[in-house]
């Protein structure tokens, strides 16, 4: 083996299969380490592809299309309301994550990965126990372990009793039916994505969040292009509102709702999907037992390499700190496996992409405009408004912006951000741009094809040098 017989002999256990999880112990197995992975889930996936982002991924290119029929009839051709066949969309959806985790499956055998389906704990600093799904118990001695437990939706104490009108995101992913009307409690990701599925299906979707704007953390001139398009697909959207309480009655979700001003209002509800946050799984995993430390919220503390303050056990993903992102997961995995490998790594991204897959979509890397406003950092910021993007106006999508923040004293791109049709596939530029530490002359001497989304990219840093052939500022002389 290339990395040597004695590296070969190390004994891993992974506990948690998710996107953090199963990366990391097929990278531990692709180097000749004895793994073992641990979930709770028949094959490996964990949230991401069971209840996260992938069936809620499926759904809204569902939803993406039901719109772009409807707004066809703007250019000439019209289409039939949709009928929605929601069995089969369930289906559908269903059999992608089963496309998907099978396909894992099958990976994990040619890896040679072991696989315990159960719930472990950690025993001591070198074993587990791991509750089987079958039955009985299997005890796992190990030289290091990674914990890549996830997270779990926040359920704020709002609800009076049980309610089978109350979902959370895993139970909103299976469209039981669709709502005359929903109320969405949280303007984050989860609840503007969600709520966007159930309002493409015909609800009446009410999003309330208790800060004063939407997606709180992204920057506003991105999330006011988002908004002017959600107002429209939203029956109401209630910011500086806060969610008191709900009980059911007579089938019915009676809500009460706060302002400012303490001023409490009611509405009824059909059904209700609460989604403030989600918290790590860092509980009931025995880590007493270890020399494992959390924070006052629950994440595990680990250092630049993934490693807890136990010098065996490892931590990556949402159990691990936030930004909670399945792709962070992943690139955590391949640090603490290198760790374990002996080699120098460490995880310090310059730019980590967010995207939320909206109708239009919103995403941003590295640092935000709000973020260095917040710290006093000075900053440059350039916008290109897709108005003035040829390929923006073929496909009716001129609502779309991009900006880039550079650092003054070097013209470096240190941040980015995208509002409009296919923002989470072009985030990947500009999130290889902060990486390879390009400057604003450097993307605007790209040569990018014509007519295309992308350009923008290059605009927005023509624009900088008040160069843009589509666009002119006045107020920008370079």
Not at 45 to 63: M, T
Not at 269 to 287: C, E, H, T, Y
Request: proline share 5%.
């Amino acid at each position: 083996h290339e990395y040597g017989d004695k590296m070969s002999q190390k004994k891993v256990v992974v506990i948690g299969a998710g996107p953090g999880g199963y990366p990391a112990a097929f990278r531990a197995a692709d180097l000749g380490m004895d793994v073992t992975l641990v979930d709770p889930a028949s094959k490996p996936g964990g949230v991401c592809l069971y209840v996260g982002c992938i069936p809620s991924k499926a759904l809204l290119h569902a939803a993406h299309t039901i719109t772009e029929a409807s707004h066809a009839n703007e250019y000439g051709v019209k289409f039939d309301d949709p009928q929605i066949d929601l069995e089969k969309l369930r289906t559908w959806k269903d059999n992608v994550v089963g496309k998907l985790t099978g396909g894992l499956g099958m990976l994990m055998k040619q890896r040679k990965v072991k696989y315990a389906q159960g719930v472990a704990s950690f025993s001591s600093s070198n074993q587990v126990i791991v509750q089987l799904q079958e039955g009985g118990e299997q005890i796992i001695d190990f030289d290091y372990a990674i914990i890549a437990t996830g997270s779990i939706p926040v359920l704020p104490p709002i609800v009076e009793g049980e309610s089978t009108l109350v979902m959370d995101s895993t139970s909103a992913l299976e469209i039981p039916d669709v709502p005359k009307n929903l109320l969405v409690v949280g303007g984050g990701y989860i609840g503007l994505e969600l709520g966007t599925v159930y309002a493409s299906l015909g609800t009446k979707v009410t999003v309330v969040e208790m800060t004063s704007g939407l997606l709180p953390g992204a920057d506003r001139d991105l999330v006011d292009v988002l908004k002017s398009d959600l107002d429209t697909r939203f029956d109401q959207i209630l910011l500086n509102t806060r969610v008191e309480k709900i009980s059911e009655k007579s089938g019915k979700l009676r809500v009460t709702l706060s302002d400012l001003e303490k001023t409490n209002s009611n509405m009824t509800f059909d059904k209700a999907l609460i989604a403030v946050g989600r918290r790590p799984m860092s509980k009931n995993l025995g880590l007493e037992n270890t020399n494992v430390k959390t924070n006052e919220r629950g994440f595990v503390q680990i250092d630049k390499q993934c490693r807890t303050s136990d010098q065996n056990i490892f931590a990556i993903g949402d159990v691990a700190g936030e930004p909670m992102l399945a792709h962070k997961a992943t690139s955590e995995a391949h640090v603490a496996v290198d760790v374990i490998n002996g080699k120098p790594e460490s995880f310090d991204p310059l730019a980590i992409p967010a995207v939320v897959f909206t109708e239009p979509e919103l995403a941003w890397t590295g640092l935000s405009e709000l973020e260095a406003r917040q710290k006093n950092w000075e900053i440059e910021v350039t916008k290109f408004p897709w108005a003035a993007s040829g390929r923006a106006t073929t496909m009716g999508k001129k609502k779309g912006l991009t900006k880039l923040i550079s650092e003054p004293s070097t013209n470096r791109i240190i941040g980015a951000g995208i509002v409009g049709n296919g923002a989470g596939e072009m985030i990947a530029e500009a999130t290889l741009a902060i990486e390879m530490g390009t400057k604003l002359d450097d993307m605007k001497s790209v040569i990018h094809a014509h007519p295309t989304l992308s350009e923008t990219f290059m605009e927005s840093a023509e624009l900088f040098y008040n160069q843009s052939p589509h666009f002119y500022s006045p107020k920008r002389k370079k």
